[in-house]
């Protein structure tokens, strides 16, 4: 696998888990944002959706290091250059 393809693929797989992140916020989130008579919870916004968002980005590239890791084992040899 050429240099450029795995620094694609690095970056589509923190992208995927940019959006694994937004997507656990916004199920978590659904109903606390704005509550009955209440004004909205500024936590919900200022904490946690920025918590998901690098969990889920680091979880991403954990996920392609570990792909990597993989297919590099298989083929054998030491990583290339």
């Known amino acids: 696998?050429?240099?450029?393809?795995q620094?694609?693929?690095?970056?589509?797989?923190?992208?995927a888990g940019l959006g694994a992140g937004i997507a656990v916020w916004a199920v978590r989130a659904q109903g606390r944002v704005n509550r009955f008579e209440q004004g909205?919870?500024?936590r919900v916004f200022f904490?946690?959706?920025?918590?998901?968002?690098v969990?889920?980005?680091g979880a991403g590239?954990?996920?392609?290091?570990l792909v990597h890791r993989l297919f590099t084992a298989r083929r054998g040899g030491p990583p290339g250059p």
């Open 40 to 42: 909205p919870e500024w």
């Open 55 to 57: 969990g889920g980005v």
């Open 7 to 15: 620094a694609a693929a690095g970056c589509l797989t923190a992208l």
């Open 1 to 5: 696998m050429g240099q450029r393809t």
């Open 61 to 65: 590239a954990l996920a392609g290091a």
């Open 47 to 53: 904490v946690e959706l920025p918590l998901c968002l």
